[in-house]
């Protein structure tokens, strides 16, 4: 069946460290998104990418990074420089445009910090 | 600026009885309208989308919701709930002045009583 995959599904990371959450879909999507979403705050946008090689920044992009070299792979990378990066994760993917919406979720990273 | 607000952070109802979540949104134009549902550390699921035509529309697990121009709303509705709909849910709209990216409510978690 076609979905999309996050790994891990917890994550734990030191004072100082980047880590990489992993996002793969084979839905054929052209659009990809990640989300940070904290108790009572909903789902926030971090990046998006509606295209291989091109992404933008979401409502809160700072202190993360992405990268989009194949249309299946859209990981993020949660840089030192995020001061708060205690969130669950949220990785969807979707056609382009609105009448290939909606978007399909994965089941989510946990990140913690140790 | 698009908004969607769900006014309620929770609700609580007894198993059979009927629920209704309620969902406001701002919108200039056509609004494309969805209502999602989480489940504890998972990723979210469509449970119905409004994009035009009949104001009811159906979705999965019973639910169904209805748009209401009048009242910019669009409240999500089951004429009997079970120990499993228990979850959170979303309420969300597709921002097309924003390369159609999703806006999402804050969420309303539902409680079942025995």
């Known amino acids: 069946d076609g979905g999309i995959t996050q790994s891990p599904k917890y994550l734990f990371r030191k004072e100082g460290q980047n880590v990489t959450l992993s996002c793969e879909q084979n839905?054929?999507?052209?659009?990809m998104y990640w989300y940070r979403q904290d108790p009572g705050q909903g789902l926030r946008l971090i990046y998006y990418?509606?295209?291989?090689?091109?992404?933008q920044k979401g409502d809160i992009a700072e202190g993360y990074s992405v990268s989009r070299e194949k249309k299946e792979s859209f990981p993020l990378t949660v840089t030192s420089a995020q001061k708060n990066p205690t969130a669950f994760y949220l990785c969807?993917?979707?056609?382009?445009?609105?009448?290939?919406?909606?978007?399909?979720f994965g089941d989510g990273t946990r990140l913690s910090i140790l | 600026a698009q908004s969607v607000t769900q006014p309620d952070i929770h609700i609580t109802v007894s198993e059979g009885a009927s629920l209704e979540l309620r969902c406001n949104y701002s919108?200039?134009?056509?609004?494309?309208l969805f209502w999602y549902v989480q489940s504890p550390g998972q990723g979210l699921q469509l449970l119905l989308k409004?994009?035009?035509?009949?104001?009811l529309v159906q979705g999965i697990k019973g639910f169904e919701a209805e748009f209401k121009r009048s009242q910019s709303s669009f409240n999500l509705r089951k004429p009997s709930v079970h120990w499993s709909d228990a979850a959170e849910y979303f309420c969300?709209?597709?921002?097309?002045?924003?390369?159609?990216?999703?806006?999402f409510g804050k969420g309303t978690r539902l409680h079942i009583l025995p």
């Open positions: 969807a993917s979707s056609g382009q445009g609105w009448r290939n919406q909606p978007q399909h």
């Open positions: 839905l054929n999507h052209d659009a």
């Open positions: 990418s509606q295209i291989v090689n091109d992404f």
């Open positions: 919108y200039g134009a056509t609004p494309y």
């Open positions: 409004y994009f035009s035509g009949d104001t």
């Open positions: 969300a709209g597709l921002d097309q002045n924003r390369d159609d990216k999703i806006i």
